[in-house]
């Protein structure tokens, strides 16, 4: 890959109506000086990255259970831009100026938390989400993504993450208006938050840091 301004990192699974209107967005930017990787955790609709101009890498992943850990640090690795913005496959941008406006965020901090709007009108409420996320690739590079003990398994992998940012006392600002996504609540009508969805994570957690994961 090129070095670009920006790398976008997207992971995805069988979301793909989202997902284009995804990629439809990011199609239309003030701004296309950037990369995009798309790694597909193996979902049964295969998408044909020759659709999107803007698509410069496209994994797909046999379906072996869930790996959104994983798939995000496989794809972070191959990053070669200064900033690097992770997505989730169902999280919109709202607006043409979505890549401008992270770029211009990431060149005066080390992490920019995007917003995160949810289709009933709330808002992401946890301390740090990278449904939306905005880091320097230096950060990256001396500390790592997600924590692959996290992987196989949902949640709190972005708050262990969180944390180590936070303990290496790197800036972090609130996005503004350009950097929001429209998320959707499927998974939650879905139950994939349930106490047995991500209770091997959250025992993982407390076991490494001597806390539950919403207790602070």
């Known amino acids: 890959m090129k070095v670009k301004q920006l790398d976008v990192v997207i992971t995805t699974y069988n979301r793909n109506d989202r997902l284009f209107k995804t990629l439809n967005m990011l199609s239309n930017q003030t701004c296309m000086d950037f990369n995009l990787i798309i790694n597909d955790d193996g979902g049964k609709v295969i998408l044909n990255p020759s659709d999107f101009k803007i698509i410069t890498k496209y994994i ?7 790996h959104r850990v994983a798939r995000f640090n496989e794809s972070v690795k191959l990053c070669v831009s200064p900033y690097i913005v992770m997505l989730d496959d169902d ?3 709202n607006s043409n100026n979505f890549i401008s406006a992270y770029i211009s965020e990431l060149s005066n901090t080390d992490v920019c938390k995007g917003i995160v709007q949810f289709e009933n009108g709330a808002t992401a409420s946890s301390w740090f989400s990278t449904a939306n996320l905005g880091i320097r690739k230096s950060v990256y590079e001396e500390i790592g993504l997600f924590d692959e003990g996290f992987d196989g398994y949902y949640g709190h992998e972005d708050r262990d993450f969180g944390i180590r940012i936070e303990q290496k006392g790197y800036k972090i600002v609130n996005g503004g208006l350009d950097t929001k996504v429209n998320h959707s609540m499927e998974m939650y009508a879905n139950g994939d938050r349930s106490d047995v969805i991500v209770g091997h994570n959250t025992e993982y957690f407390i076991k490494k840091w001597g806390f539950h994961p919403k207790s602070r």
């Open 60 to 66: 797909w992943n046999e379906d072996v259970a869930y």
């Open 91 to 93: 999280g919109i941008p």
